[in-house]
């Protein structure tokens, strides 16, 4: 999934703006959903070469090596995709990590290879699919699952004290 942080209008805190939900079975076969502006749903399949690198890359390391640590940051927002990858293998166990879009690290290679893939292939009108409702449902639990997630490995600021101002700026 790739995702954005946005602050809701009228309710107080972060929500995640999923850009791309992406469900790839072990035979490359893949459904997703993707927001241009609307959600466009997609079906299509992809080489089983990129499932195979990140297999290879991922399956004897442990969650450790794929978290992110981070120091003394509050809370980490950023304008640009998030990627957030789980993977459940065959022998039940699942790993999940995220990092950014524009990340050098050699360990996202793969995965950030299987990304650029998915958005070339939703270019394609050819793969537009109706609404997909099994997909709707497990964007939202991943969703729920993300925020969690994401709140456990880089907490949330406190809240503002009502008395403070808050003044917001261009960049």
Known sequence: MSYLYTLPMYTFGLQIKPLLYAKI????????????????????????????????DTKNTSVDRYQKNPDSVKLCICDYPIIRVEIDYKNGKTLSFNFDENDPSEKFKSSRSLFKELMRKSKS?????????????????????????????????????????????KP
């Open 25 to 56: 079975d072990e035979s490359g076969d893949v459904q997703m959903e993707k927001d241009n502006g609307k959600l466009v749903y997609y079906a299509f399949n992809i080489e089983e070469d990129y499932l195979n690198n990140i297999e290879n």
């Open 125 to 169: 009108h050819d793969n537009r699919i109706k609404k997909i409702k099994s997909i709707i449902d497990e964007r939202k639990e991943f969703v729920n699952f993300t925020m969690n997630k994401d709140t456990l490995e880089l907490p949330l600021p406190v809240r503002p004290n009502k008395k403070v101002d808050i003044k917001f700026t």
